[in-house]
């Protein structure tokens, strides 16, 4: 995910409460962050910061170590004792004399320091810097919320229809048929939460750097076979054609598992926006060195202007344009991809609708 900028994540300036026993740093860092754009205010002593921050709580804190009565080390040591750890960011200010207050004050809770004289440039550098960190990192909690109650949510459903599904069977009369068509829902239901739960478990591993592939050359029917025996009958209820294009003896070097999860994603997510009599196309061949697959549907599509960031693992298109609900799938998908050493990209196929192919090494 590309890294956003300030004024991609809110107002440029930030919430700011300068503490300073000395009315003419009060002033200087006042002029200057004010300058910049961010709301100051400022505070002349300890207890007067702490009446400052009961008031109103401020993204971040400029404090000095030394000042007479409440030092900023009590300070810091209150503000970090508030509910919710107090001000996102707590900036120390000391003197370069005075190393020892400055590593006390990082072990205690500070989140960064500044030494005087203080560079103008370097002020505002370092806190718009601490200001952008933060609110990213607000930005992936909330998304990380977000992602959670979809995930719930998607499994609600089929585990409040399998409760339905056993209170039918349960009934004595119920005719041969129909048993093995609710036996036969149930195993759907259950493969899709399993794929639901593997989505997140390869999410977790990618974020965390642990995930590995065991490549090997295998024909491709290894990873397509099964796809198509999964949502082949998961089309046919829907009324959607799923076709395959291409030969299942082709070879290429791959981890016939994780390829499979990659299509799986990309298969459920087509066929989740392709209308009724619409059609999802498997197709497979050779391209140069590499051997392309590529799943493309009759549904919306996905603007071009939303094309470069559907790949990101808390993003979805305007129109929902994710696998599996919660957003995951098309993110497992090019991580399982880039594993192997290749690509994912998308566009708009001959089919009218999205286009979604993988490169991999033959």
Request: include cysteine.
């Amino acid at each position: 995910m590309d890294r956003p900028s300030l004024s991609s994540m809110g107002d440029a300036g930030g919430d700011v409460l300068v503490v300073d026993d000395s009315p003419d740093m009060l002033a200087l860092y006042g002029h200057v962050l004010s300058d910049d754009g961010h709301k100051v205010r400022t505070a002349q002593s300890g207890l007067e910061a702490l009446r400052r921050v009961d008031e109103h709580e401020p993204e971040l804190v400029l404090l000095d170590v030394s000042m007479p009565g409440l030092d900023g080390h009590e300070v810091l040591r209150r503000l970090r004792a508030r509910r919710g750890g107090g001000p996102a960011v707590i900036m120390f200010t000391a003197a370069r004399r005075e190393p020892g207050s400055i590593e006390a004050g990082l072990k205690e809770g500070a989140d960064a320091y500044l030494t005087k004289p203080i560079d103008q440039r370097e002020l505002l550098a370092r806190v718009r810097a601490a200001l952008e960190n933060f609110r990213l990192k607000k930005m992936l909690e909330s998304q990380r919320r977000d992602h959670i109650a979809m995930l719930v949510h998607d499994l609600r459903h089929p585990l409040s229809s399998l409760g339905l599904i056993a209170e039918i069977l349960e009934s004595e009369d119920m005719p041969a048929a129909e048993r093995h068509a609710a036996v036969a829902q149930i195993r759907s239901m259950c493969t899709e939460m399993a794929r639901l739960v593997d989505g997140v478990l390869a999410a977790s591993r990618l974020e965390a750097g642990v995930f590995s592939v065991d490549v090997r050359p295998v024909k491709v029917r290894a990873a397509v076979e099964p796809v198509l025996a999964v949502f082949t009958p998961i089309a046919t209820r829907r009324k959607v054609a799923l076709e395959f294009d291409g030969s299942l003896d082709l070879e290429v070097r791959a981890d016939p598992t994780k390829l499979r999860q990659a299509l799986d994603n990309l298969v459920a997510n087509a066929l989740k926006f392709t209308p009724r009599a619409g059609r999802v196309r498997v197709k497979v061949w050779r391209d140069g060195p590499n051997v392309a697959f590529e799943i493309a549907d009759t549904g919306p599509g996905i603007p071009a202007a939303e094309q470069s960031g559907i790949f990101d693992r808390y993003k979805q298109g305007s129109r929902g344009r994710a696998a599996g609900g919660a957003g995951l799938g098309l993110a497992i998908a090019r991580g399982i991809a880039e594993a192997h050493g290749g690509t994912i990209s998308v566009g708009t196929g001959d089919l009218g609708g999205a286009a979604f192919r993988i490169l991999l090494p033959a």
